[in-house]
Nanobody, 120 residues
Framework: QVQLVESGGGLVQPGGSLRLSCAASGSIFTIYTMGWYRQAPGKRRELVAAVASDGTTNYADSVKGRFTISKDNAKNTVHLQGNSLKPDDTSVYYC??????????????WGQGTQVTVSS
């Protein structure tokens, strides 16, 4: 069984920094993409950042230049470093992976979500 486990959420002051981590566990054949989405109250879930197996990255315009996504292939882990955080960054952040489990077909997997609150 594949699971995505998130960590690093919490409360941070405007202008501060936070580092989120997500580890994929289970019997995984290959990971195609990993990334982070966020969903604030009354808003649609939106892509924040994603990284593909070849290292290609994509960022939402709202976070470009402030957020950095990185991965550790050996640990099946992805990180999201957020700097110069704004109150508008407040949201539940969800880890996402597009991967193929051993003996199964390609699928989408989600973490449970971790709360990030940017407030003074």
């Amino acid at each position: 069984q594949v699971q995505l486990v998130e960590s690093g959420g919490g409360l941070v002051q405007p202008g501060g920094s936070l580092r989120l981590s997500c580890a994929a566990s289970g019997s995984i054949f290959t990971i195609y993409t990993m990334g982070w989405y966020r969903q604030a109250p009354g808003k649609r879930r939106e892509l924040v950042a994603a990284v593909a197996s070849d290292g290609t990255t994509n960022y939402a315009d709202s976070v470009k230049g402030r957020f950095t996504i990185s991965k550790d292939n050996a640990k099946n882990t992805v990180h999201l470093q957020g700097n110069s955080l704004k109150p508008d960054d407040t949201s539940v952040y969800y880890c996402h992976a597009q991967l193929r489990p051993v003996g199964q077909t390609l699928g989408d997997y989600w973490g449970q979500g971790t709360q990030v609150t940017v407030s003074s």
